[in-house]
């Protein structure tokens, strides 16, 4: 078993080592859902079997230490050297192979079922919803908001609430779902919406935008105009440069529910098809969503995101936001 555990956490050293240098994308869930089943084993196996196994070598030392000062007290020998305490407690410990696997599984099972279902971290990794979100937040993502979905598989259990107007939420990307998205719902099934000369418009009415002054992206080190936008019962700040092109061409991989989206040289309408939601991020001119790739179907929704938990930059940026 030793020999197993080694090959095991060599696969694992491999698997972590080419996810870190880009070799392949690596699946988190998938990992940790694989290593509470292989910790489960060995925690199982440690319980029914080894651990069994070694208490009755321990106590079989016991006995036959106990027999034998009996047989010599017998003999008149009341002196017996020896004592047995240390090579029993050599006995009833746990070897590190097991210390190692079965050892982990209770810590290993609370955060697999923690982030399965009731809230994963996630990190920003570019700009496309700046200024809401920056560059290194580290935010959480609600699981349950949307309902209960089984773990890797992401098939829904339970219905909660339904994703609204201006929802954070993030979600696999359905050019290649192993990637987590992260932008905000502008549409919602049945509704039609329209990005035209920068302006955004749902069911044919203009979505409110209120001037606020520049925007300072210090990555960039760039001012950008800022705006606040009201989306249902949310209101949250973007960024539009008025001086690019509304003009958006979209990509190949964009082939599901295509025709439902028309695009000229103001910009982009679509008539958002069931089960399926517009994002955008509020970074406007800065972000690739569906615009250009299409629409999010509902079983591609990790959870809605609520909490920015750590900026190691900027602790200023830890709170709650829309």
Not at 29 to 43: E, P, Q
Not at 78 to 106: C, I, M, N, S, Y
Not at 157 to 172: S, T, W
Request: hydrophobic share 45%; proline share 6%; glycine share 8%.
């Amino acid at each position: 078993m030793s020999a197993l555990t080694v090959a095991l956490f060599g696969a694992l050293a491999i698997y972590l080592g080419g996810w870190y240098a880009g070799y392949w994308i690596g699946n988190f869930s998938l990992l940790l859902f694989v290593m509470t089943v292989v910790t489960l084993a060995y925690w199982l196996a440690e319980r029914f079997r080894f651990a069994p196994a070694r208490a009755a070598a321990a106590q079989t030392l016991t006995s036959q230490d106990a027999q034998r000062r009996a047989d010599l007290a017998r003999m008149g020998i009341d002196k017996v050297d020896g004592d047995v305490e240390a090579a029993r407690q050599q006995l009833l410990t746990q070897p590190w192979w097991l210390d190692w696997t079965a050892g982990l599984f209770p810590v290993i099972l609370i955060v697999f079922l923690l982030r399965s279902f009731l809230f994963e971290p996630f990190k920003i990794p570019s700009g496309s919803m700046i200024p809401t979100l920056l560059v290194g937040d580290l935010i959480l993502v609600n699981k349950f908001h949307y309902g209960i979905r089984l773990p890797v598989i992401n098939t829904k259990l339970i219905a909660n609430n339904d994703p609204k107007h201006g929802d954070v939420i993030v979600f696999r990307y359905p050019v290649d779902p192993r990637i987590d998205y992260i932008k905000r719902v502008v549409a919602l099934p049945g509704d039609e919406v329209a990005y035209l000369n920068q302006r955004l418009s749902i069911n044919g009415k203009p979505v409110e935008l209120k001037a606020l002054g520049d925007f300072y992206d210090e990555d960039s080190m760039r001012y950008a105009p800022r705006f606040r936008e009201g989306l249902g019962t949310i209101e949250h700040d973007l960024l539009v440069q008025p001086n690019l092109p509304s003009l958006f061409r979209p990509l190949e991989s964009f082939q599901r529910f295509r025709d439902q989206c028309r695009y000229s040289a103001e910009g982009v309408t679509c008539k958002v098809p069931a089960g399926h939601y517009f994002v955008m991020g509020d970074n406007r001119d800065n972000s690739q969503d569906s615009r250009f790739w299409g629409f999010v179907p509902d079983e591609n929704i990790v959870g809605r995101a609520f909490f920015v938990w750590m900026n190691f930059g900027n602790l200023g940026r830890i709170g709650s936001f829309q």
